[in-house]
């Protein structure tokens, strides 16, 4: 696997929710290319429980939607935004797990819309939750001009 650049870093007003670094109240995810996929290794904390020692399903849908933008934004390098999400809550997940791992790829392109699928696994690598997301991306120009996006590199 190869660490997947995050292309905003050091951009005044950054303050993503999902993957900005520096976002105290945020879940500050990395991403990693394996082939086909974009995974990442995320450490669930106390504070983003729902009931006792259970992650809140908001932030299951928070990490899974964050992981579909960064699919696209590595495979197609485009950004975008999503238009539609479906999650399937199948296990709970939960606060004091040593790790979870999301794991994402593409599954349809049709011009400016992407399928994604994504998944999330508990440490013991059992399958707890799962999104299908419809993602509308962005021409080039707007990914540049409005998004401050160039491209999506991962480190040698």
């Given at each position: ?15 993503c929710f999902g993957c900005a670094p520096t ?102 690598d059992e399958l707890c939750t799962k999104a ?25």
């Amino acid at each position: 696997m190869k660490k997947i650049i995050n292309p905003w870093t050091g951009i005044e007003g950054y303050n993503c929710f999902g993957c900005a670094p520096t976002n105290e109240a945020g879940v500050k995810m990395e991403f990693y290319e394996d082939g086909g996929e974009v995974v990442c290794i995320w450490k669930p904390r106390p504070e983003y429980q729902g009931w006792i020692d259970t992650l809140h399903g908001g932030i299951q849908a928070v990490l899974l939607d964050e992981i579909c933008a960064w699919v696209t934004l590595r495979k197609l390098q485009a950004t975008g935004v999503t238009s539609r999400m479906e999650t399937r809550y199948m296990k709970p997940v939960m606060t004091t797990e040593d790790h979870v791992t999301l794991r994402a790829h593409i599954v349809e392109v049709r011009r400016n819309i992407v399928i994604v699928e994504a998944c999330l696994y508990n440490s013991g690598d059992e399958l707890c939750t799962k999104a299908l997301c419809t993602y509308f991306t962005f021409s080039r120009e707007k990914s540049k001009n409005e998004m401050h996006f160039s491209s999506c590199d991962i480190e040698e």
